[in-house]
C-alpha cells in the first residue's frame, strides 16, 4: 500500500503562474518531508524540505506547506518558470536510519 | 563539483549474468542508498549504509547484495540478473540519516534481456 500518494501523474500550467503540487502521506511516523526535481535522464535534485515542527518553508520561488492532521503538505512554484518544467517526488522520513519514502511523482510542464 | 558518481550509465545483461553497480560520492558523507526507478513508480529504497561499515535492507532487497567499500564508495551487485531487474538505479548519499536531504546520482540504467 502506497504510503506516499502523488495523485496528479501530470499538471499544466502558465509561464508565471503559480504551480501547486500535491503530496499525501499515511504514515504517521512521517515526520520530514522533502520536494525533489528531476529531469530526463538526471538524478532528482533537492528543492526544498520541511519538518513536522513547521507549516511552511520557503526558499526563493518555492514554499512547501504541511498540515499534519490532514496528512498533506503542498509544493507553491511562484512565479513559473519554463525551467521548472519537470517530474517532481514528494519523499517523506520517520526520521530514522532508513531512507525515503517516495511518491510516484507529478509531471509539471509549464506553458510559454 | 563531482557529487555522486555513478557507473557505469548503461548497461544491458543477459538472464543470469552478474554485474556490480558502482557508486562513489566526494562530499565526506556517512551515509549512503541504493533505489530503483520503474516506469511510472517512486523510487523505492533497496539497501542502504547508514555509516561506514554497516548496511540494512530497505523496502526491496531481494536479489541485490550492497558493499561499503569505504566511506566513499558503496556498490550494488546482482549476482544473476533477472528480467524484473529492469530498471533505473539510483545511488544516494547524506551526511548522516535522519533529517537530511539526500543527493543523488544521475542513475544507471539497466536492461536485463
Known amino acids: 500500500d502506497q504510503q506516499v500518494k502523488q495523485n496528479s501523474p501530470s499538471l499544466s500550467v502558465q509561464e508565471g503562474r503559480i504551480s501547486i503540487l500535491n503530496c499525501d502521506y499515511t504514515?504517521?511516523?512521517?515526520?520530514?518531508f522533502l520536494w525533489y526535481k528531476k529531469y530526463p535522464a538526471e538524478g532528482p535534485t533537492f528543492l526544498i524540505s520541511i519538518s513536522s515542527i513547521k507549516d511552511k518553508n520557503e526558499d526563493g520561488r518555492f514554499t512547501v506547506f504541511l498540515n499534519k492532521s490532514a496528512k498533506h503538505l503542498s509544493l507553491h512554484i511562484v512565479p513559473s518558470q519554463p525551467g521548472d518544467s519537470a517530474v517532481y517526488f514528494c519523499g517523506s522520513s520517520g526520521g530514522g536510519a532508513d531512507g525515503l519514502t517516495f511518491g510516484k511523482g507529478t509531471h509539471l510542464i509549464i506553458q510559454p | 563539483n563531482a557529487g555522486v558518481t555513478q557507473t557505469p550509465k548503461f548497461q544491458v545483461l543477459k538472464t543470469g549474468q552478474s554485474m556490480t553497480l558502482q557508486c562513489a560520492q566526494d562530499m565526506n558523507h556517512n551515509s549512503m542508498y541504493w533505489y530503483r526507478q520503474d516506469p511510472g513508480m517512486g523510487l523505492r529504497l533497496i539497501y542502504y549504509?547508514?555509516?561506514?561499515?554497516?548496511?540494512d535492507k530497505g523496502e526491496v532487497p531481494n536479489g541485490y547484495n550492497v558493499s561499503r567499500l569505504n566511506k566513499r564508495e558503496f556498490s550494488l551487485r546482482l549476482e544473476s540478473a533477472a528480467p524484473s531487474q529492469t530498471s533505473v538505479y539510483f545511488c544516494a548519499s547524506s551526511e548522516w540519516t535522519g533529517y537530511q536531504p539526500q543527493h543523488f546520482g544521475d542513475g544507471t540504467r539497466l536492461s536485463i534481456l
Open positions: 549504509s547508514a555509516s561506514e561499515g554497516t548496511t
Open positions: 504514515n504517521s511516523m512521517f515526520d520530514y
